[in-house]
């Protein structure tokens, strides 16, 4: 989790979270395309879905643009068809990195994806190379920030409602829960009022490796490259590094 933690303010700090507004709508409309395409248009019976359209809200997307993607997905329009592929390789210093990426284009997407690895010094690997190395959990964080929050009333709400495990740090309240438990204790949380800052099915580490100079600039690089792909959806790394080491970068 603190790993987790880590990267996301290092994504702030550096500028690497997506800059453009149009390109975090075309990636979160892929989202919920697929996900209406594969477990139907009503997100009440379909989880995934529900969490696509929760993402969509939270980045305020249009409702009007949420429904018109529903409907191309279930037919109702016409659109362009995309496909779920996974790609899994090592990036500088040994470090897993795993590609979920949506396409309406296999071989484009495949050569974008191995000219990033290539050109920051890693590599494509074969399906499932890298995956037993994380667990897919929902992770939720709550600020501490200007906020006066009770640590043990966060941590009841939250295990009450059927969260796996509760971390607090310095300047969060940061809840792991299990995929088919996430939406639950999302709601739940919302419901009682808190104000959740991230809330998204992630893919975790089980263990972290450490990268140090230039292997840790390239592999900032390589997932800068690939999150600024737009056909990647998410990238999931097991790096880690000081902080002395971004201070350089900067």
């Given at each position: 989790?603190a790993?987790?933690?880590k990267?996301?303010?290092i994504?702030?700090?550096?500028?690497?979270?997506?800059?453009?507004?149009?390109?975090?709508?075309?990636?979160?409309?892929k989202e919920i395309?697929?996900?209406?395409?594969?477990?139907?248009?009503?997100?009440?019976t379909?989880?995934?879905?529900?969490?696509a359209?929760?993402?969509?809200?939270?980045a305020?997307?249009?409702?009007?643009?949420?429904?018109?993607?529903?409907?191309?997905?279930?037919?109702?329009?016409d659109?362009?068809s995309y496909?779920?592929?996974?790609?899994?390789?090592?990036?500088?210093?040994?470090?897993a990195?795993?590609v979920?990426a949506?396409?309406?284009?296999?071989?484009?997407?495949?050569?974008d994806v191995?000219?990033?690895?290539?050109?920051?010094?890693?590599n494509?690997?074969?399906?499932?190379?890298?995956?037993?190395?994380?667990?897919?959990?929902?992770?939720?964080?709550i600020?501490?920030?200007?906020?006066?929050?009770?640590?043990?009333?966060?941590?009841?709400?939250a295990?009450?409602?059927?969260?796996?495990?509760?971390?607090?740090?310095e300047?969060?309240?940061?809840?792991?829960?299990?995929?088919?438990?996430?939406e639950t204790?999302?709601?739940s949380?919302?419901?009682?009022?808190?104000?959740?800052?991230?809330?998204?099915?992630?893919?975790?580490?089980?263990?972290?490796?450490?990268?140090?100079?230039?292997?840790?600039?390239?592999?900032?690089?390589?997932?800068?490259?690939?999150?600024?792909?737009?056909?990647?959806?998410?990238?999931?790394?097991?790096f880690?590094?000081?902080?002395?080491?971004l201070?350089?970068?900067?």
């Amino acid at each position: 989790m603190a790993g987790h933690s880590k990267w996301k303010n290092i994504q702030h700090r550096k500028g690497r979270q997506d800059a453009a507004k149009a390109k975090l709508f075309t990636k979160i409309s892929k989202e919920i395309y697929q996900a209406a395409r594969a477990g139907g248009a009503d997100p009440n019976t379909n989880p995934r879905l529900k969490h696509a359209i929760a993402k969509a809200k939270d980045a305020n997307i249009p409702s009007e643009n949420i429904e018109r993607t529903i409907k191309k997905a279930t037919g109702q329009l016409d659109g362009v068809s995309y496909e779920e592929i996974i790609y899994e390789g090592y990036g500088p210093g040994g470090v897993a990195v795993m590609v979920e990426a949506l396409t309406d284009n296999r071989n484009r997407t495949a050569a974008d994806v191995r000219h990033i690895f290539t050109k920051n010094g890693g590599n494509l690997g074969e399906s499932g190379c890298v995956s037993f190395m994380f667990d897919r959990k929902g992770i939720i964080e709550i600020s501490r920030e200007n906020k006066d929050l009770d640590e043990d009333s966060v941590m009841m709400a939250a295990l009450d409602a059927g969260a796996e495990d509760f971390e607090a740090t310095e300047e969060s309240f940061e809840i792991k829960t299990t995929p088919e438990d996430f939406e639950t204790v999302r709601t739940s949380l919302e419901e009682a009022g808190y104000e959740l800052d991230t809330a998204e099915i992630s893919m975790i580490p089980q263990n972290t490796v450490k990268v140090t100079g230039e292997d840790a600039e390239k592999m900032l690089k390589l997932v800068e490259m690939l999150e600024s792909n737009d056909d990647v959806q998410d990238v999931y790394t097991n790096f880690d590094f000081d902080e002395e080491e971004l201070e350089k970068m900067q």
